[in-house]
């Protein structure tokens, strides 16, 4: 007897949630309970009276999984919204990093060769070393990062993704 896995597929998921103590604790308790991974997870005020939260996560998982993720977390009291962007059609995803590289001579060249084909810029320099700052899709920072390996990449630091329906329509 052979058992069929369903395919996992990526999503992101995109909450509008109360800012208040201990809401993060309790998404990230009904992951842990039921054995799902958060990928990625960003969280932003979104209102100027600080009342409410934007938090985005990426997660993996069968469709029945990803459903049953969407419709627990819908559950949750201080949840007001949760959009699935992969499934609302076109959006825009985009992560930031900062990169690390020590280096010297002919690799010290070539890293700021890379870092200006992939559009990085140094936010910091010394005679040794360089910190860039990227942003992009997290496809464009793994290979940007891979590269810089070769060059001498010695820390790396990333934001999380963060995402956005496109076109007028609100989130």
């Given amino acids: 007897m052979k058992i069929k896995h369903a395919a996992e597929e990526r999503h992101v998921l995109m909450l509008v949630v109360d800012n208040e103590a201990g809401i993060l604790a309790k998404i990230a308790g009904l992951f842990t309970a039921r054995g799902y991974n958060i990928d990625s997870l960003t969280v932003s005020e979104i209102t100027e009276d600080h009342s409410t939260s934007r938090i985005t996560i990426v997660t993996h998982g069968p469709p029945d999984v990803i459903d049953q993720i969407h419709a627990q977390l819908d559950r949750l009291v201080p949840v007001h919204k949760v959009i699935d962007l992969t499934e609302e059609g076109p959006y825009?995803?985009?992560?930031?990093?900062?990169?690390?590289?020590?280096?010297?001579?002919?690799?010290?060249?070539?890293?700021?060769?890379?870092?200006?084909?992939?559009?990085?810029?140094?936010?910091?320099?010394?005679?040794?070393?360089?910190?860039?700052?990227?942003?992009?899709?997290?496809?464009?920072?793994?290979?940007?990062?891979?590269?810089?390996?070769?060059?001498?990449?010695?820390?790396?630091?990333?934001?999380?993704?963060?995402?956005?329906?496109?076109?007028?329509?609100?989130?």
């Fill in 92 to 171: 825009v995803e985009r992560e930031l990093a900062l990169v690390k590289v020590v280096g010297k001579g002919e690799n010290r060249v070539e890293a700021l060769r890379l870092a200006d084909v992939f559009r990085a810029r140094p936010v910091d320099t010394t005679t040794q070393s360089f910190i860039f700052e990227l942003t992009g899709t997290p496809d464009k920072i793994d290979m940007f990062v891979s590269l810089m390996n070769e060059l001498g990449l010695v820390e790396t630091a990333r934001t999380g993704v963060v995402g956005m329906v496109r076109g007028t329509r609100k989130s």
